[in-house]
């Protein structure tokens, strides 16, 4: 009987013990920003990205104070076709190098941004080095960092390359919302 007690005392603070430490070590992760327009695009990305920009949104604003938006992000294939067009096949300026499945847009895999400031969060300047260090921490890679072509508002997610990734949008293999499996 006595041994019994025992059992059933040390199992219930054991029991206590694992939830006070699971609660203490449970990171609780925010699953919005500070802007609900930036949120709207968030929505629209890869599923399996959304944590990570909604993160890097949240992270540049805790670690440098700086308010970021998202003005650019999942870009379907019609609507990269519709641009790429521009310009070449239809009336205007030529805006992208990129024809439809060659952009990590075009997979809900990235996001262009620019720094908000100004009272009304409507003066815009572009990504700095400080902020691309916290998205390549995320896991995420800085357009600002290429040779070439410098896209400094363009954040992505490489999960694989665009040939990849092309083959297995062609494959169908996507899922039910249409986002290839990565
Ligand atoms: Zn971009």
Redesign the pocket.
């Given at each position: 009987m006595k041994n019994l007690t025992k059992i059933f005392i040390y199992s219930g603070l054991s029991l206590l013990a694992y939830s006070i430490i699971k609660k203490i070590t449970k990171v609780e992760k925010k699953t919005t920003t500070w802007d609900p327009k930036t949120d709207e695009k968030i929505k629209k990305l890869h599923p399996k990205v959304r944590q990570i920009f909604t993160d890097f949104v949240n992270t540049v604003q805790d670690k440098l104070n700086l308010k970021i938006r998202m003005i650019?992000g999942l870009r379907t294939f019609a609507e990269q076709t519709k641009l790429y067009n521009q310009g070449r096949t239809t009336a205007g300026a030529i805006v992208t190098k990129a024809p439809a499945g060659s952009?990590?847009?075009n997979y809900g895999l990235?996001?262009?941004f620019y720094i908000m400031k100004g009272e009304k969060n409507n003066v815009m300047s572009v990504l700095t080095p400080e902020v691309a260090k916290i998205a390549n921490d995320l896991g995420l890679e800085w357009?600002g960092n290429w040779k070439g072509f410098v896209?400094k508002?363009?954040?992505?997610y490489k999960a694989d390359s665009v040939k990849n990734l092309l083959a297995k949008y062609n494959a169908g293999k996507r899922d039910l919302n249409g986002y290839v499996n990565i």
């Amino acid at each position: 009987m006595k041994n019994l007690t025992k059992i059933f005392i040390y199992s219930g603070l054991s029991l206590l013990a694992y939830s006070i430490i699971k609660k203490i070590t449970k990171v609780e992760k925010k699953t919005t920003t500070w802007d609900p327009k930036t949120d709207e695009k968030i929505k629209k990305l890869h599923p399996k990205v959304r944590q990570i920009f909604t993160d890097f949104v949240n992270t540049v604003q805790d670690k440098l104070n700086l308010k970021i938006r998202m003005i650019s992000g999942l870009r379907t294939f019609a609507e990269q076709t519709k641009l790429y067009n521009q310009g070449r096949t239809t009336a205007g300026a030529i805006v992208t190098k990129a024809p439809a499945g060659s952009s990590y847009h075009n997979y809900g895999l990235a996001g262009d941004f620019y720094i908000m400031k100004g009272e009304k969060n409507n003066v815009m300047s572009v990504l700095t080095p400080e902020v691309a260090k916290i998205a390549n921490d995320l896991g995420l890679e800085w357009g600002g960092n290429w040779k070439g072509f410098v896209d400094k508002p363009h954040i992505q997610y490489k999960a694989d390359s665009v040939k990849n990734l092309l083959a297995k949008y062609n494959a169908g293999k996507r899922d039910l919302n249409g986002y290839v499996n990565i």
